[in-house]
């Protein structure tokens, strides 16, 4: 098992930036890759980044490329999301992921573990 716990969501306006972080505990990190979906309200989850186990790797939603950086560091545990450039249409609950593969993972289905969520908000 693989627990994911997210932080670092809150508000912020238009224009500016936030780093999440997920911290994983269970079975090896390294193993896994890992991955940031969102959701936004009224909306389904969708696929935002993902990496693979050792960081060589990068997939980037077409939206988010340029804006956002996926990073990890295998010695912490943890994955991150660099976020700038924010839009009001990047207000979601972000959820941290893992699983076995990068690139399948921006395929939902290939997801083995979900963290519970940061609420991120943009406002105008």
């Known amino acids: 098992q693989v627990q994911l716990v997210e932080s670092g969501g809150g508000v912020v306006q238009a224009g500016g930036s936030l780093r999440l972080s997920c911290t994983s505990s269970?079975?090896?990190?390294?193993?896994?890759?890992m991955g940031w979906f969102r959701q936004a309200p009224g909306k389904e989850r969708e696929f935002v980044a993902t990496i693979s186990t050792r960081g060589g790797s990068t997939y980037y939603k077409d939206d988010v490329k340029g804006r956002f950086t996926i990073s990890r560091d295998n010695a912490k545990d943890t994955v991150y999301l660099q976020m700038n450039s924010l839009k009001p249409e990047d207000t979601a609950v972000y959820y941290c992921a893992a699983g076995y593969a990068a690139q399948a993972m921006t395929n939902l289905g290939r997801v083995d573990y979900w963290g519970k969520g940061t609420l991120v908000t943009v406002s105008s």
């Open positions: 269970g079975r090896a990190f390294s193993a896994y890759a």
